[in-house]
């Protein structure tokens, strides 16, 4: 089962970008990187996942690097309501019947004024 | 439209007591999942439920049991309580379990503490 790398902990300035990296270098051709974040106790929210190609939607960008072996989040223009843990995910199969998401500890993104 | 829904949001409970923690979604979906949390560390699988009528052990199984009432309802059980076990608890929900896209919505969580 593929394992995710990210950095215990990073910050950013209100405004500017946030990139988040992860490796996920032993990914197989046909699983999914997903992104969540969880803000302060809160349930963790999905924000983007994707195969091969760079996704965007309304909460972020993601950037896959071609050998699919690492992928960037972008938050474009971060605000204070961003800091949170943010977790890089790749699926883990339990059984035959089924697979689960793998958190590890994620990334905690600091956003300051 | 609620999405997944847990129940109580708050628990205390005494070591050895029993009680079930109990989770609901509205969305339609097959596959459901208990997850907890641990101060500082990120979520641990439990239990799941590809479906309705199945369910499978996760990461840390032990001193948990599960049922999946029906496609709307998944409850977790400790049958008697350990320190160990105090933690938050996290339900979630997903449309499809064996696919290649897994998006799974959260509850906001139950916080259990034994004491």
């Known amino acids: 089962d593929a394992k995710t790398t990210q950095p215990t902990s990073m910050d950013c300035a209100e405004g500017r970008a946030a990139n988040l990296p992860c490796n996920h270098s032993?990914?197989?051709?046909?699983?999914?990187v997903y992104w969540y974040r969880q803000i302060h106790s809160q349930g963790p929210q999905y924000i983007i996942h994707?195969?091969?190609n760079n996704e965007t939607n309304e909460m972020a960008s993601l950037i896959i690097t071609e050998d699919r072996k690492s992928s960037t989040l972008i938050l474009p223009h971060a605000t204070l309501r961003d800091t949170a843990v943010y977790y890089c995910?790749?699926?883990?199969?339990?059984?035959?019947?089924?697979?689960?998401?793998?958190f590890g500890k994620g990334t905690s993104l600091l956003v300051t004024p | 439209n609620a999405g997944v829904t847990q129940t109580p949001k708050f628990q205390v409970l005494k070591t050895g007591q029993s009680m079930t923690l109990q989770c609901a979604q509205d969305?339609?979906?097959?596959?459901m999942y208990w997850y907890r949390q641990d101060p500082g560390m990120g979520l641990r699988l439990i239990y799941y439920?590809?479906?309705?009528?199945?369910?499978d052990k996760g990461e840390v199984p032990n001193g948990y049991n599960v049922s999946r009432l029906n496609k709307r309802e998944f409850s977790l059980r400790l049958e008697s309580a350990a320190p160990s076990q105090t933690s938050v608890y996290f339900c979630?929900?997903?449309?499809?379990?064996?696919?290649?896209?897994?998006?799974?919505?959260f509850g906001a969580g139950t916080r259990l503490s034994v004491l």
């Open positions: 032993t990914i197989s051709g046909n699983e999914y």
């Open positions: 995910i790749v699926r883990v199969m339990y059984s035959n019947s089924g697979y689960a998401l793998n």
């Open positions: 969305m339609n979906h097959n596959s």
């Open positions: 994707g195969l091969k």
């Open positions: 439920s590809a479906s309705e009528g199945t369910t």
């Open positions: 979630a929900s997903s449309s499809l379990g064996g696919g290649r896209e897994n998006i799974q919505y």
